[in-house]
């Protein structure tokens, strides 16, 4: 299947401090990509959506300007969170889907832990 | 949006067939069914998806009724790597460029020795 990759895998910040997360599609286009938030022995929740050259489009409840979201290539997506506070610690999982293809490719996800 | 149920967990004995269940009795005729695993502390992996035929890849079989109200997803000799949490997803939006996945609470397979 596709290659979707992250980085950081892991970071630790200290609270009001903000972080950036970065998505790639390694081996093929992604004109849409997700951001995904999971906490443990929980479910992903589909934080928001974004297509290239677009603004974002946010899961009710999910704070855009505490999550800014940049897609501004077809092989790259950014999560950054702003000023963050102890409750964002979480796994961040981005995913990518291709011009032609159905199928949603996943990311190894990012841990964050902020202190 | 069509919605899923699954069963919370299941056992397998190592090298057996594990069939994995799925209900999605309100999907809609262009809506695909997509299964997922996720391994502790990992990004989802993508196993296989199907409209209306039941499809095979080199990782599982899945078998979708006729109806389309339901669907079973069946690794054919689990492993002990197999162990993972299993999402059943009907995608939203249903064309090839358009929808979301929204991930349920899965199934939890445990092979065991």
């Known amino acids: 299947g596709a290659v979707v990759s992250q980085h950081p895998s892991r970071v630790i910040c200290k609270s009001g401090t903000s972080v950036k997360i970065e998505c790639r599609s390694l081996d093929f286009q992604a004109t849409t990509m997700f951001w995904y938030r999971q906490f443990p022995k929980q479910s992903l929740m589909l934080m928001a959506t974004s297509n290239e050259g677009s603004k974002a489009t946010y899961e009710q409840g999910v704070e855009k300007d505490k999550f800014l979201i940049n897609h501004a290539s077809l092989t790259l997506s950014t999560l950054t969170v702003t000023s963050a506070h102890p409750e964002d610690s979480s796994f961040y999982i981005c995913?990518?889907?291709?011009?032609?293809?159905?199928?949603?490719?996943f990311g190894p996800g990012t841990r964050l832990l902020v202190l | 949006d069509a919605k899923t149920t699954q069963p919370p967990s299941m056992d397998c004995a190592e090298g057996r067939a594990a069939n994995l269940p799925c209900n999605h009795s309100t999907i809609s005729g262009n809506e695909y069914v997509y299964w997922y695993r996720q391994i502790h502390s990992q990004g989802p992996q993508y196993i296989i998806h199907g409209l209306k035929n039941n499809e095979t890849n080199e990782m599982a079989s899945l078998i979708i009724t006729e109806d389309r109200k339901s669907s079973t997803l069946i690794l054919p000799h689990a492993t002990l790597r197999d162990t993972a949490v299993y999402y059943c997803?009907?995608?939203?939006?249903?064309?090839?460029?358009?929808?979301?996945?929204?991930f349920g609470q899965g199934t939890t397979l445990q092979v065991k020795p």
């Open positions: 997803i009907v995608r939203v939006g249903g064309s090839s460029n358009t929808g979301k996945l929204i």
């Open positions: 995913s990518a889907r291709g011009l032609v293809g159905e199928t949603q490719y």
